[in-house]
């Protein structure tokens, strides 16, 4: 069974920084895309950041230079990098994986931006 567990998430402040953490069991997340994807309140869900199996690296417009994703394959661990969050990055963090036709999420971290 393939399960995606978040971890790191929390409240920062302004101007501060989170690392979040995707730790796969189950399976071998190398085969994967990985992304991370967030909602926040009343919002659809939309997506932050991927990376590819090679290392390919894209992100949204709103967290360009504020966040990294990266992943380290023999730890079977996927990360987000957070650094000068802002109060509207607030909102429920998911890891994604895809492989083909299958996909897989988290159950989420919440991250809140408050002073």
């Known amino acids: 069974q393939v399960q995606l567990v978040e971890s790191g998430g929390g409240l920062v402040q302004p101007g501060g920084s989170l690392r979040l953490f995707c730790a796969a069991s189950g399976t071998i997340l190398s085969f994967y895309t990985m992304g991370w994807y967030r909602q926040a309140p009343g919002k659809q869900r939309e997506l932050v950041a991927t990376?590819?199996?090679?290392?390919?690296?894209n992100y949204a417009d709103s967290v360009k230079g504020r966040f990294t994703i990266s992943r380290d394959n023999p730890k079977n661990t996927v990360y987000l990098q957070m650094n000068n969050l802002k109060p509207e990055d607030t909102a429920v963090y998911y890891c994604?994986?895809?492989?083909?036709?299958?996909?897989?999420w988290g159950q989420g971290t919440q991250v809140t931006v408050s002073s």
């Open positions: 994604n994986g895809n492989l083909g036709p299958r996909a897989y």
């Open positions: 990376i590819t199996t090679d290392g390919y690296t």
